[in-house]
């Protein structure tokens, strides 16, 4: 603690020197007792807040996007207007839950009907990955089983799946939830088993040496450990997700954000369709920080 | 029994390399009795934590036995209280919870949670670390997590502490300062230890016998030096103490004339 006022001082130095010692010493008395008790800084620089500029940015940035917005539209003539879009959006918003029939509904019935599908698949993606990763995390054969499979589906576009689930299923909503649980699946398997194939060795041979149970082991130290990379792994199928439904409900029709947008498309209503757009994004965004605030919760370090 | 608690009887160890076997331990025999402090010291790669992974059954040797109270070591035990050089806490365990892990493993079924719980309270309190139960590892000092090792090895009862470069990576202060607390909590256990280092000044101060192990490949024990300055031990009265100089000096001779390391 010391070591600050000694150091204003030595900042300070030079700028006293600028002006009329007389006055300085005035002004600021304290200027003479240099070295005894802390004093408050003679000079304070007067600088914007540090909050500022990273408020700032973003605030600047959403606005040129929308004046790049408004001359395109401006320009190109079809595209509507940041304006006209606003009024709309209050207008759809102010009433997000009406019910007019299977296919005329609320947005806020739209986003919830999506955000369920993907709840249902992306649940079931976990239920099954997650155990399935620390399988293929713990015995390496089965993981050297598993690795042609895996690699051969994983880069396979959800979409490519969403006639075999119409076969299989006969039904749009079981089909869609499926291409969900489908591409959620593999995020959510491999960084899991790569989570418990970095388990430090450290932590086993605590668990060793003190030959603990495989029940405790598990509970004490596997699942902690691989935690993180499970939540990662979570956070990228719920990604991807969330692109995919929007996909799959424009193929499967019925209610959801993905049907709302081809709907509109068909009714050439596009200040819908942008507010759709600009839906599907915030609520996207939305998950991710939950995830990642969910993140921070368990990591360690 | 007493005579032979820990034995470590002509044990070899030969690792199966790319480039064929490789012999790190030969013919080792080392009798430690009960409530003896026993260093092993050599160079680095020497095998000293070799030998000690073996006692602690992490490693299974090529040839030769270990009895530990006249029981054969076949593996890993709860028997043998381990202290780890970079202290291996759980991360996301608080210190309590860290040395509850293991005292629940050994006590857990023939005692009351109460009872389990009141011996951690006292394994941490041993160490001085009773303000600290709640605290995560991130949250203390290198040296307060070694100490929480320290309480996690002795929590167990363990017939013999093993302790593998404890305080090894930790500043030199830190250093003397926990040697002269393992000191204090040794006399207190009465506990059997068996610790590798490579620092002679710890060697001479902390131990009952110094076991000195020739290079690698092919290590073997080089000499055996008895340390019997009485104790209680003080680092700053034994600085100047002719004795301790002398056995000192004797170490060292072993380490850098005899045992010189080619370009180390």
Redesign the interface.
Known sequence: MSARPVIVHTLKAPRVEVGPADASTQLHPAMNQASSAPEKPLYVRTRAPEWLPQVLAPVIGLALFVALWAIIAKVGGRLPDPVSTWHSAVDVFSNPFYRKGPNDQGIGWNVLTSLGRVGIGFGMAALVGIPLGFMLGRFRFLSDMAAPVISILKPVSPLAWLPIGLMVFKAANPAAIYVIFICSLWPMIVNTAVGVRHIPQ??L??A?????SEW?IFR??LF??VLPYMITGVRLSIGVAWLVIVAAEMLTGGVGIGFWVWDEWNNLNVQHIIIAIFTVGIVGLALEQGMILLARRFS?? | MSERYLQIDKVRMVFETRKGPFCALEEISLDIRAGEFVSLIGHSGCGKSTLLNIVTGLLQPSEGDIFLANREITGPGPDRGVVFQNHSLLPWLTCFENVQLAAERVFGATEKKNAVKERVHRALELVQLGHAEHKYPHELSGGMKQRVGIARALSIEPKVLLLDEPFGALDALTRAHLQDELMRIVAATGSTVLMVTHDVDEAVLLSDHVVMMTNGPAATIGGILAIDLPRPRDRIALAGNRQYVALRAELLEFLYRKQMREAA
């Open positions: 450290d932590y041979n605590v060793r040496v003190l030959n603990l405790t004490k130290i902690p450990a360690y370090e």
